[in-house]
């Protein structure tokens, strides 16, 4: 589904230049579930930014599904755009919007039949568990339905992939555990393929198949959650999971 191929993302020029993203690369399959964990300031934010093609890479390519999206301009980029939803960190909600509102959002943005939009509102808002708020406001909601109606927008256009940035950092674990088997279901019903960066540990071991590992700009390993968990092979992967270097 993803192929990130020498992945490589420069700020600024001469001396002033930062690496943020260093030859990158590995795939993500359809119908996975899959991590990147790290420090601050490793590149997570910078990578799913280069994905959800808010920056262009310096060097390197970023395959979905077999078409390089990191060179794309205009209505072609518009286009793969609503092949992938994202849900970020702090929501983003639109504050004067009611919940049905946000979630119409993106439907609307691209001219959808209103009757045709108001059916997949409904639909999405059963999905994720909230009919009996599309009239309430963001200001009215909890973090955990905030990020419900946030999940329920990035799947409006019925997208193949979802990219989630630190999708349960604002939440109690309660409430982190409940979006998280809601990204299951999803992942589960819909076949769409998830994506998710973080650094909570917990989230990766709960729902990912697999997990990557970046440092330092540079991903430094790569395997099975279990496997990664049970033998991390980079310090960095034991530092994380408090493993004692030999």
Do not use: W
């Not at 077999?66 to 209505?75: C, N, P, T, Y």
């Not at 755009?81 to 639109?94: A, K, S, T």
């Not at 590992?213 to 790569?222: F, Q, Y």
């Not at 395997?223 to 994380?240: E, G, M, V, Y």
């Amino acid at each position: 589904m993803i192929a990130v191929r020498g992945l490589t993302k420069i700020f600024g020029t001469g001396k002033d230049a930062l690496t943020a993203l260093s030859d990158v690369s590995f795939t993500v399959e359809k119908g996975e579930i899959f991590g990147i964990i790290g420090m601050s300031g490793a590149g997570k934010s910078t990578f799913l930014r280069c994905l959800a093609m808010l920056e262009t890479p310096t060097r390197g390519e970023i395959l979905l599904r077999g078409v390089d999206i990191s060179r794309l301009k205009g209505a072609q980029k518009r286009a793969i755009h609503r092949d992938m939803g994202v849900i970020f960190q702090g929501f983003n909600l639109l504050s004067q919007d009611t919940v049905a509102q946000n979630v119409a959002f993106p439907l609307r943005l691209v001219k959808h039949n209103e009757a045709d939009v108001q059916k997949r509102v409904s639909e999405l808002l059963g999905l994720v568990g909230l009919l009996d708020k599309a009239a309430a406001y963001p200001s009215q909601l909890s973090g955990g339905q905030k990020q419900r109606v946030a999940i329920a927008r990035a799947l409006a256009t019925n997208p193949t992939v979802l990219l989630c940035d630190e999708p349960t950092s604002a939440l109690d674990s309660l409430t982190t555990q409940n979006i998280l088997q809601l990204l299951r279901d999803i992942n589960q019903k819909l076949g769409v393929t998830i994506l998710i960066i973080t650094h909570e540990l917990s989230v990766v071991r709960a729902i990912c198949h697999r997990t990557a590992v970046l440092d330092g700009a540079r991903l430094v390993e790569m395997d099975t959650t279990d496997a990664l968990f049970a033998a991390p092979k980079s310090d960095i992967a034991k530092q994380l999971l408090g493993v004692r270097a030999l």
